[in-house]
């Protein structure tokens, strides 16, 4: 692991009492704290700026969620590691962070040493996800993910569209295909994703899951 010192780390939050509290555990730690930022577009700028060998980052932002400016900072290649720090523990939020290949993710109410121990683990290429979470949602999170990477580039293609809501007619006429062969891929895809109950099930959860299946 590199030094403390020669860790550069911004740090973005829109509550102006956590981010104060977290650079001053961060300082007094020894790291480098070389930019705050209190909603999105700042942390991206900083970021893009400052090429910072470390992120931690809020999701809930204005202008810019973490996800977002994660997600734009990969696409310019940006080579600064991300950490994610949030109030939600859902499955949702779990499995976006993981399709976008985040490495760390913390509950706010985790503690300084937890912090740290995310810290080390990720500045050493490893994923490290707060121990709150649970060993059984990471897992959920892992088993839904391996089953998005079952999917074809077609139906990957399909499965975005449908989470813009477009009706299979309108996705065979987008794409130039028949009605068959979307209604083909509809089947494939709920198989794939182990969906079952009612006829909508694949577009009530195309819909619900649209910020992952868009990182597809």
């Known amino acids: ?12 939050d829109d509550h102006p009492m956590l ?32 090429a910072p060998t470390l992120a931690i980052l809020d999701i809930d932002m204005p202008l810019l969620s973490g996800f977002e400016v994660i997600k734009i900072a990969k696409e310019k290649n940006i080579l600064t590691k ?10 949702e939020y779990i499995l976006q962070a993981k399709s976008l290949n985040i490495q760390g993710y913390l509950l706010k109410e985790d503690s300084f040493n937890e912090i740290e121990r ?23 999170v892992t088993e839904e993910l391996q089953h998005l990477k079952l999917l074809s580039p077609s139906e990957s293609t399909i499965l975005k569209l449908i989470a813009q809501q477009q009706s299979t007619n309108t996705i065979a006429i987008n ?3 028949s009605l068959r062969t979307v209604e083909k891929h509809r089947s494939n895809i709920i198989n794939k994703l182990n969906l079952k109950g009612e006829a909508n099930a694949l ?14």
């Open 1 to 12: 692991m590199q030094n403390k010192k020669n860790t550069s780390i911004i740090i973005a």
């Open 19 to 50: 981010l104060k509290g977290l650079n001053e555990e961060l300082v007094s730690n020894n790291y480098k704290v070389v930019g705050q930022a209190t909603n999105g577009s700042e942390a991206l700028e900083l970021i893009l700026k400052r």
């Open 82 to 91: 991300f950490i994610i720090q949030s109030f939600h523990g859902e499955s």
């Open 118 to 140: 995310c810290i080390t683990a990720v500045l050493n290429n490893k994923n490290y996800y707060s121990v709150s979470l649970g060993n059984s949602l990471l897992l959920y």
């Open 175 to 177: 794409l130039s295909v």
């Open 203 to 216: 577009t009530s959860w195309a819909i619900y899951n649209k910020d992952i299946i868009s990182s597809l």
